[in-house]
């Protein structure tokens, strides 16, 4: 079964250090998107892609985060300048259409913040 | 603004027995409402989801009810197994609107043997 492959699965780094969290999404998936769910509470939208920019994005998704698919198969999450409230696990998602029932998950990165 | 309000937060449920979990929405708009499991060290996987024109969705053991007038809706697990415990999200979206979810904050369910 195909599967959206997420790296690292964790990634520990210092407050201030820029990250990029890496997703390789299911190949003849169009649709991408980053959730993060911070420990204990529930899973957050950040945003999504399409057609090689952002459709949506949240209140969360502020200007020290950014998205891009560099090569046609990788979609990552980049952030700037990490805050200790940055801790969260980090989910990727794509979906071969816009019905939500196709939405299929990764593994997720835990990132940790320190 | 919590759109999605799930409880309990944990449940324990004896092998056989039935496993509820409700949720309640804000938003109106929402017409789609899925359940999603988890196990430890993966991502969340689609169960079972509902849009409000039927009351009731069942797929095997598990089942879906809908209160369109309560704003609410809830997962029961028919005869819950050890395999089923894992977390439950569910989560709501507007479907003719931006694709994202709303989620739930999540139950830890435990199926004891």
């Known amino acids: 079964e195909p599967e959206v492959t997420q790296t690292p699965s964790h990634q520990v780094t210092q407050m201030g250090q820029e990250v990029i969290l890496r997703c390789v999404p299911i190949s003849n998936h169009l649709y991408f998107y980053w959730y993060r769910q911070i420990l204990g509470q529930k899973v957050e939208f950040l945003v999504s892609f399409y057609n090689n920019e952002i459709s949506e994005k949240s209140e969360i998704f502020d200007d020290q985060f950014s998205v891009e698919r560099p090569d046609g198969s990788n979609f990552t999450l980049k952030i700037r300048s990490t805050k200790l409230e940055d801790s969260a696990m980090y989910f990727c998602?794509?979906?071969?259409?816009?019905?939500?029932?196709?939405?299929?998950f990764g593994s997720g990165t835990r990132l940790t913040v320190v | 603004q919590q759109q999605v309000k799930q409880s309990p937060q944990s449940l324990i449920v004896q092998k056989g027995g039935i496993s509820i979990i409700n949720c309640a929405y804000e938003n109106t708009a929402f017409d789609y409402f899925p359940w999603y499991q988890q196990f430890p060290g993966k991502g969340p996987a689609l169960l079972i989801a509902?849009?409000?024109?039927?009351s009731e969705k069942k797929e095997g053991r598990f089942t879906i009810s809908f209160n369109k007038s309560a704003k609410q809706f809830s997962l029961h697990i028919m005869d819950s197994q050890p395999g089923d415990s894992a977390t439950y999200f569910c989560a709501a979206s507007n479907s003719t609107g931006a694709n994202n979810l709303f989620f739930g904050t999540g139950t830890r369910l435990t199926v004891i043997p």
């Open positions: 509902i849009r409000p024109d039927v």
């Open positions: 998602a794509s979906s071969v259409d816009s019905l939500l029932m196709s939405y299929t």
